[in-house]
Nanobody
Framework: QVQLVESGGGLVQAGGSLRLSCAAS????????MGWYRQAPGKQREVVAF???????NYGDSVKGRVTISRDNAKNTVYLQMNRLKPEDTAVYYCVGLRNTVVAGPGYDYWGQGTQVTVSS
């Protein structure tokens, strides 16, 4: 199995910055792409950013230009640098590792417990 542990969430003022980290442990070869989702109360879960094993990044439309995702494979850690934060960014942010079905077989992706990000106006 895979364990994902997020850190770095907290309270920031609008316009501020925050850096989230996600450290993976366990059967790390069971993971392909890694990234971040977020969910605010009463809203659907939405993708924030994903990065492949090779470092290719993709971003959700709502955060493009304000966030940068990176991956350190040697440390089995993914980072999400968030800048110019808005109150609309307030949500629980979840780290996700997409399941490598070649290694692990069919099944669910791997999810962290989430970290709260609150942006005040």
């Amino acid at each position: 199995q895979v364990q994902l542990v997020e850190s770095g969430g907290g309270l920031v003022q609008a316009g501020g910055s925050l850096r989230l980290s996600c450290a993976a442990s366990g059967s790390i070869f069971s993971i392909n792409d890694m990234g971040w989702y977020r969910q605010a109360p009463g809203k659907q879960r939405e993708v924030v950013a994903f990065v492949t094993n090779g470092g290719s990044a993709n971003y959700g439309d709502s955060v493009k230009g304000r966030v940068t995702i990176s991956r350190d494979n040697a440390k089995n850690t993914v980072y999400l640098q968030m800048n110019r934060l808005k109150p609309e960014d307030t949500a629980v942010y979840y780290c996700v590792g997409l399941r490598n079905t070649v290694v692990a077989g069919p099944g669910y992706d791997y999810w962290g417990q989430g970290t709260q990000v609150t942006v005040s106006s």
